[in-house]
């Protein structure tokens, strides 16, 4: 079946580590997108990558970093410069950018101790 | 700049009509997006508009006024299972990403 699968889904680091968050999707879609949400704060874009070996920083891309590699995989970096990263992670893919609706993974639950 | 508003809760009653709105404020429009998002989990297509007027899918409706800077999504006939967040997100052109709103909770109560 086709989709985009997300993992860790709970994920616990301390303070200082980085850790990788794994996104991968076999639909065969250009765009894949990194989202934040956090309680009554909505979805807030990190990054986006339309096409392989390029990608673009969002609203809130400090202390995060991507790769883009492969059309199958986008994986997001949380830093240890990230402030405040407890939060829901949500990474999303669309046929050709701009094209229509997105498709989203189930997301990565990050808690920082 | 970019301004998406949507009223936080909502409660409506099992089996009725409920409406929740969303205006936009953004630096260019192409498209509004409605999605259904269960606690805990991931956001689902509902709608989409460009053009004004209603879109209609089964249950759920979308209603688009661009001038106004306005949509709003309508739930008919009500079931508990639609008791979710539905948020609003604009594209502003071409292929830019979607920028979302904060979400509206909607509880259905029997």
């Known amino acids: 079946d086709g989709g985009i699968t997300q993992s860790p889904k709970y994920l616990f680091r301390k303070e200082g580590q980085n850790v990788t968050l794994s996104c991968e999707q076999n639909l065969n879609h250009d765009a894949m997108y990194w989202y934040r949400q956090d309680p009554g704060q909505g979805l807030r874009l990190i990054y986006y990558?339309?096409?392989?070996?390029?990608?673009q920083k969002g609203d809130i891309a400090e202390g995060y970093s991507v790769s883009r590699e492969k059309k199958e995989s986008f994986p997001l970096t949380v830093t240890s410069a990230q402030k405040n990263p407890t939060a829901f992670y949500l990474c999303?893919?669309?046929?050709?950018?701009?094209?229509?609706?997105?498709?989203f993974g189930e997301g990565s639950r990050l808690t920082v101790l | 700049g970019q301004n998406i508003d949507q009223p936080t809760e909502m409660t409506a009653t099992e089996g009725a009509i409920v409406q929740i709105n969303c205006t936009y404020q953004t630096s260019g429009f192409n498209g509004l997006f409605w999605y259904q998002q269960h606690a805990g989990e991931a956001p689902t297509f509902l709608s989409y508009?460009?053009?004004?007027g209603l879109e209609e899918k089964g249950r759920f409706s979308s209603f688009l006024s661009r001038s106004k800077g306005y949509s709003y999504l309508l739930l008919k006939e009500l079931q508990m299972k639609d008791s979710a967040s539905y948020l609003c997100?604009?594209?502003?052109?071409?292929?830019?990403?979607?920028?979302f709103g904060k979400g509206t909770r909607l509880s259905v109560i029997a």
């Open positions: 999303a893919s669309e046929g050709l950018a701009g094209a229509g609706e997105l498709f």
């Open positions: 990558s339309q096409i392989v070996n390029d990608f």
């Open positions: 508009n460009v053009l004004d």
């Open positions: 997100a604009v594209r502003r052109s071409g292929n830019t990403p979607l920028v």
